[in-house]
């Protein structure tokens, strides 16, 4: 069964304190599910003209808790502004958040779940990707407890303007970066991981494959190390997410 890593988070507090936060940023809040009796939701904000669709998602793995907290200060610093259209789900798990668990109550992984969707969480999170358009740029916001710095990975099969290089640049700024040749037995460089995948060769999709064969064609899942204090950690998040979100601006002009 799940090995109990991170201090409990109370998800239905950090929900709430999304949907006032969201409700000040101009937000709307989406509940599209319930797990444990805490909602499953979505914050997603429309601005007028074009604009790029960015998505941004936390908290599938119920031991990561600085991903949600990263998110939630960059919708209340402002940062999720009208430059974009914004869909944020970021609270994916709160059953696992509640117990301290990568896992969700009943021990299924949900960045796993995305092919053969057996957990009402990720079903009901696909049923709700569905309603959506597709996205210019997706962000899995994650953690790591092996890893000594912080690290990435990118989808990018049509060679479009990377945000991996500025992402890895800003987060250093804040906190170490994984150098290792070889990071969760994939090659690594400086940090960026770029996996040659087919996804049809995988029997168990995380929530990035998913997106990449259904909604989005650049997508990054973001790795902060767990080990490190929650402020460094959430500084580092913050800082890749901003310089991701400049290179999806600039690729629009
Ligand atoms: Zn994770």
Redesign the pocket.
């Known amino acids: 069964m799940s090995a109990v890593k991170a201090a409990p988070v109370d998800p239905a507090a950090l929900a709430s304190r999304f949907q006032s936060a969201g409700a000040k940023a101009g937000f709307r809040y989406e509940v599209f599910g319930m797990a444990g009796g805490c909602p499953l939701f979505a914050l997603t904000k429309r601005t007028a003209g074009i604009r790029p669709r960015i998505y941004l998602s936390s908290g ?2 119920g031991d ?1 808790p600085a991903p949600p907290l990263a998110l939630l200060s960059l919708i209340e610093s402002g940062d999720l502004d009208g430059r974009a259209t914004w869909f944020l789900c970021p609270l994916l798990n709160p059953d696992g958040l509640a117990r301290g668990t ?1 896992e969700n109550a009943t021990g299924i992984d949900l ?1 796993r779940d995305y092919r053969h969707l057996e957990s009402p969480e990720v079903k009901a999170h696909v049923a709700w990707l569905g309603r959506q358009p597709n996205f210019d740029m997706a962000i899995c916001v ?3 407890w092996e890893s000594t710095g912080f690290y990435l990975y990118e989808l990018n099969p049509d060679k479009r303007a990377s945000a991996a290089n500025p992402m890895i640049a800003a987060a250093s700024k804040a906190c170490p970066i994984d150098m290792s040749p070889l990071i969760e037995g994939r090659e690594a460089k400086g940090g960026i991981i770029r996996p040659h995948l087919n996804p049809l060769e995988r029997e168990k999709w995380p929530e990035s494959i998913y997106l990449q064969v259904h909604h989005t064609r650049l997508s990054y899942t973001i ?1 902060s190390p767990s080990a490190l204090p929650m402020e460094t950690r959430i500084s580092a998040l913050r800082a890749a997410l901003r310089a991701a979100i400049g290179v999806a601006m600039r690729g629009r002009n």
């Open positions: 599938i793995h990561e990568r960045n994650h953690e790591d790795e």
